[in-house]
């Protein structure tokens, strides 16, 4: 089955632009996560969304932001773009299992797209 | 912080098994140990994960000490495609969410 889709795959943007950013998910997975990678900060989380709700958020400014859709599609946003945004944008999907208690299961596999390299000039 | 230690980079033949070590010394009863690898400019990819017992599939092999402070992820017939940053990794619950957190990974360069 199809893996997880992001669009666009590389895009330049101008200081103080938007950018948005879209992400499908493995089809059956609820549980959209999105990340940030540069080479001096390495891997870094985002945010998290299941069920159109935002179940966890990293710790990054308020210029980002994300929604994710009832088809579990998601995008994500980030406003007034500096040159510290230019990075590869990862989103990544899982199945989001929760046990009866509500708790996450350290179980679930997620599985990352391809990324969007975003350069900010 | 990254819960794991690996080396910084390894090498292998083409045709040989790598095997490259992880140190997971705090990790605690119910988390997974994961790997996966990063191609340059590419998402990284999924290879295989485990808890307690041995696991093997397609890719790759996973043998997890009885004690569960360390593993080593077994690439049993290295090809130069197997050329990557190979990440050893185990989330951390933060905020009602397993969070991945990946350190520097080890760099595997399979030479002909």
């Known amino acids: 089955k199809a893996g997880v889709t992001q669009t666009p795959r590389y895009l330049i943007k101008t200081r103080g632009q938007q950018v948005t950013l879209s992400c499908s998910p493995i089809?059956?997975?609820?549980?959209v996560s999105w990340y940030q990678q540069t080479p001096g900060q390495g891997l870094q989380f985002l945010f998290e969304?299941?069920?159109?709700?935002?179940?966890n958020k990293g710790n990054f400014p308020g210029r980002f932001s994300g929604r994710q859709f009832s088809n579990s599609r998601s995008e994500m946003n980030v406003s007034t773009l500096e040159l510290g945004d230019s990075a590869l944008y990862l989103c990544?999907?899982?199945?989001?299992?929760?046990?009866?208690?509500?708790?996450?299961?350290?179980?679930?596999?997620?599985?990352f797209g391809e990324g969007s390299w975003l350069t900010v000039v | 912080d990254a819960k794991t230690t690996q080396p910084t980079s390894m090498d292998c033949a083409e045709g040989r098994a790598a095997n490259l070590p992880c140190n997971h010394s705090?990790?605690?009863?119910?988390?997974?140990v994961y790997w996966y690898r990063q191609i340059h400019s590419q998402g990284p990819q999924y290879i295989i994960h485990?808890?307690?017992n041995n696991e093997t599939n397609e890719m790759a092999s996973l043998i997890i000490t009885e004690d569960r402070k360390s593993s080593t992820l077994i690439l049993p017939h290295a090809t130069l495609r197997d050329t990557a940053v190979y990440y050893c990794?185990?989330?951390?619950?933060?905020?009602?969410?397993?969070?991945?957190?990946f350190g520097r990974g080890t760099s595997l360069i399979v030479h002909p």
């Open positions: 990794i185990v989330r951390v619950l933060s905020g009602g969410s397993y969070i991945p957190t």
């Open positions: 089809s059956g997975h609820r549980s």
């Open positions: 990544a999907s899982s199945l989001g299992r929760r046990d009866r208690g509500f708790r996450p299961l350290s179980g679930n596999t997620i599985y």
């Open positions: 705090t990790i605690s009863g119910n988390e997974y």
């Open positions: 969304y299941f069920s159109e709700t935002q179940r």
């Open positions: 485990g808890l307690k």
